[in-house]
């Protein structure tokens, strides 16, 4: 019998890695092993679109998607000469973060949950909205929107992180 987080990255394996794919993102063949990012990226005129596949770091059943486009120059252009990475994070309304189980207050206050392949298949039909947003990086239903801004390191300072 497998583990819950087991199944989870059997899950993503089976239905999102082809759906990441099918879209033109390269990364990854498969989620295994205990890795807690998995990047995922596609070229798009000057740019690449990025997807982090990011799951929990103690273990647990979790995950979620971290969008970002990154510039011609890289990420590290950006941190260098200054500049603004606009980052997306999806995060899906009325579930608990792709969380398979719950704690004694979620059960309580009947908080809603998913069982891996729920949580997967929710993450799918989310795929429209995520297509939407390499368009215009603007927050939705089901997408946060973050924005750090980098003075350069010729100003000597450091990165402000600025939250929409």
């Given amino acids: 019998m497998n583990s819950p987080r087991a199944e989870l990255r059997n899950e993503l394996t089976a239905k999102l890695l082809p759906a ?93 949950y998913d069982t891996p392949v729920s949580a997967v298949d929710h993450c799918l039909e989310m795929l429209p909205e995520i297509d939407a947003w390499w368009n215009d990086q603007r927050a939705s239903a089901n997408i946060s929107v973050h924005e750090t801004r980098y003075p350069g390191r010729a100003s000597g300072m450091a990165p402000d992180p600025t939250r929409r």
Avoid at 71 to 93: N, W
């Fill in 20 to 112: 990441l794919r099918a879209r033109g993102f390269a990364g990854a063949d498969q989620i295994g092993g205990n890795r807690i990012f998995h990047d995922f990226r596609r070229p798009h005129g000057t740019a690449t679109h990025v997807i982090i596949l990011q799951l929990e770091k103690l273990g647990l059943p979790r995950f979620m998607l971290n969008l970002a486009i990154e510039p011609a120059g890289g990420f590290s252009e950006i941190i260098e000469s200054g500049g603004t990475i606009v980052q997306g994070r999806v995060h899906p309304i009325s579930r608990i973060r792709f969380k398979e189980s719950l704690s004694l207050r979620q059960r309580l206050f009947g908080e809603i």
